[in-house]
C-alpha cells in the first residue's frame, strides 16, 4: 500500500503576478493533496541560485535566476500518497507545449521557463526542499540537542 508522503510545490512569480495562484491551491486540494505548509517568499538571487544549483552552468541558467526573483513565490509543503509522482504528474512536463491535457502547465504555462509551478523530482530533493522552507515540519524528529531543529535557518540553504 502506498504511504503518506510530502513534496515540496512552488507556485512561480508568473503564476503570482498574473493572479492564478489561488486557483492552483484549489486544483491541488481537489487532486487530494494536503497542505502541510504554505508560504510567500521572495526569493533572493542567492537564494535562487542555491535552489536550483543542480542547472548551474546550463544555457538557462542565469534566466531562470531572474525569473525567480522577479516577483514573490508561494512556497507549499504538499502530503498524500505518493505526492512526489502525484505532484509532478498534475504539474505535467517541464515544456506547457509537450505537457499532458489537464495539467497545470499545460493550462496555464507560457514558456519552457516561465510554467507556473515546480516540483520536486524525488523523495531525497523533496526532503530536503520541504526542509529547506518548512523546517518546523520535521521538527519534531530532527531536534539536536540544543533544543533547534539540526541544520535549519540560512546556513541549511542550498
Ligand atoms: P522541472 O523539474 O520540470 O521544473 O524541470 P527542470 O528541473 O529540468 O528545470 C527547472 C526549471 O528550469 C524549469 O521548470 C524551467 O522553469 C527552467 N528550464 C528548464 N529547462 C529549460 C530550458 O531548456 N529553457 C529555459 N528557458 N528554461 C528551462
Redesign the pocket.
Known sequence: MSQLELTLAII?PDAVTSRIAGEIVSIIERHGFRIRGLRMVHLTAAEAEGF?A??RG???FR??VK??TEGPIIVMALEREDAIQKW?EL?G???PEQAAEGTIRRWFGA?????T???S?ASETARVEVAYFFPEIFSASSRGPSGKPRGAGPARRR
Request: aromatic share 12%; no cysteine.
Open positions: 512561480k536550483y543542480v542547472h546550463k544555457p538557462f534566466g531562470l525569473f525567480m509532478r504539474m512536463a517541464t515544456d514558456s519552457t521557463q516561465r510554467n509551478v515546480h516540483g523530482d
